[in-house]
């Protein structure tokens, strides 16, 4: 399934400028790109990125309606397939976050998107317990409003039992309708196992509530769709309201990029090297995984890398190819850059020799192996990221910025 792309003419107003060209009466220097041109070349990326991420899930709600309403095994793998290439797109944008933008902001839909991890018994049910969740709470009516309203339990110990933990209480977003797809992964070497047939209105179901379940799973993924609509809204060109141009283009230039900084600051060190791998490696505990339940977490941890890497060079798929913050930073202090550049190539290719899946490197008794070795240099440098970005930050004249997760 290809993510539609869209046809941009940015070269007039924030053309790419190569870090090799030096001439001093050359207009298109990395000394003659300004801050302004840097942020709205930013803008513009988090924009096409957010369009995107919105394709992904469109193509994911319409795979699972189509699903819900005929189950059959075919339309269940389509809509596997569907939740895997929606994660792409929206992984690189968390790369958006922290700085109190629309994704994150005491309105945003962040929690609502991807909070993990989830307690799976929240929603539907799991081994032993063939009752659980929402799915099986036949006096909760099943609407946008009350799942959203439920989400990081609001309202959750309405009729969950003891051991109710509000934080892991996630009713919606990607992660509620993975489970909802591939089940409790209870499998070392695999995915999820749920069988299409939890789907079926027939004496053929293999689990109760097969109606809830399913009017459950296209809810969630319809708010996914919701969510980022009104993300692609904020940052349109086109409304001179929104928050791409009556705040973040309309601020001073400093602030924004002090922001753009801290963003994939935290999200290198703070978020994608503590929380979201080495969180995990400490635990081993197969929950801790980001995507447990289809076994993508190695995609996932890809594509937030990548994200950092994008927003660092100005581009984002084959749609925007403009000044980064690199451009910045080797007017200043091209060793720096080269530095910076150098770990976020590692990385990467780092994480394309990652061996097995997530869950089976982390596997207690396999420390010192070489998928945990390769995933603790990661974490290493992911760290070393976040402070040279830090650094890049002082370096451009931001002053200090914090790339430590906030509390």
């Not at 309606?65 to 895997?84: D, H, I, M, R, Y």
């Not at 902001?105 to 799991?126: C, K, R, S, T």
């Not at 692609?232 to 283009?249: G, I």
């Not at 061996?355 to 290493?380: C, N, S």
């Amino acid at each position: 399934m290809k993510t539609t792309k869209y046809l941009l003419a940015l070269a007039a107003t924030v053309p790419f400028i190569s870090c090799e060209s030096s001439s001093d009466d050359d207009s298109t220097s990395p000394q003659s790109i300004s801050k302004e041109e840097v942020v709205a070349n930013y803008a513009e990326l988090v924009y096409l990125n957010y369009k995107d991420a919105l394709v992904g899930a469109t193509l994911l709600s319409e795979s699972v309606n189509e699903f819900v309403a005929e189950p059959t095994e075919a339309g269940f793998s389509n809509a596997k397939t569907a939740w895997l290439a929606s994660r792409n797109p929206y992984g690189q944008t968390e790369a958006f976050r922290f700085y109190d933008g629309p994704i994150d902001d005491e309105d945003g839909p962040e929690g609502q998107l991807n909070a993990w991890p989830m307690d799976e018994i929240y929603v539907d049910y799991v081994e032993g317990s063939t009752t659980g969740g929402l799915v099986s709470a036949t006096d909760i009516a099943l609407t946008k409003e009350t799942i959203a309203g439920l989400n990081e339990g609001a309202d959750g110990n309405i009729f969950l039992t003891d051991g109710f933990n509000a934080e892991k209480s996630i009713a919606t977003g990607y992660h509620t309708v993975e489970f909802l797809l591939w089940g409790q992964d209870t499998s070392a070497t695999g995915p999820g196992e749920r069988s299409y047939k939890d789907y079926l209105l027939s004496e053929d179901a293999t689990a109760p509530n097969a109606d809830r379940r399913g009017t459950y799973l296209s809810i969630a993924s319809e708010l996914i769709v919701d969510d980022l609509t009104t993300l692609v809204a904020d940052w349109s060109a086109t409304d001179q309201e929104n928050y791409r141009n009556s705040f973040f283009l309309s601020q001073n230039a400093d602030n924004a990029l002090k922001s753009i900084f801290t963003a994939i600051g935290i999200m290198a060190k703070g978020e994608l090297a503590a929380e979201r791998i080495d969180n995990a490696l400490q635990t081993q505990e197969q929950e801790d995984e980001h995507s447990c339940f289809s076994d993508n977490t190695y995609a996932d941890i890809k594509m937030n890398a990548l994200g950092i890497q994008n927003v660092y060079l100005g581009r984002y798929s084959d749609q925007i190819d403009g000044p980064g913050l690199d451009v910045l930073v080797a007017a200043v202090n091209p060793e720096l850059d080269l530095e910076i550049q150098t770990l976020m190539t590692e990385i990467l290719t780092t994480i394309d020799s990652l061996p097995l899946t997530f869950d089976q490197v982390i596997l207690p008794g396999l420390v010192g192996t070489e998928g945990r070795e390769k995933l603790d240099a990661i974490v290493v440098s992911l760290q070393t990221l976040g402070d040279k970005f830090a650094e890049a930050a002082e370096t451009v004249g931001l002053g200090t910025i914090s790339v430590e997760l906030p509390e």
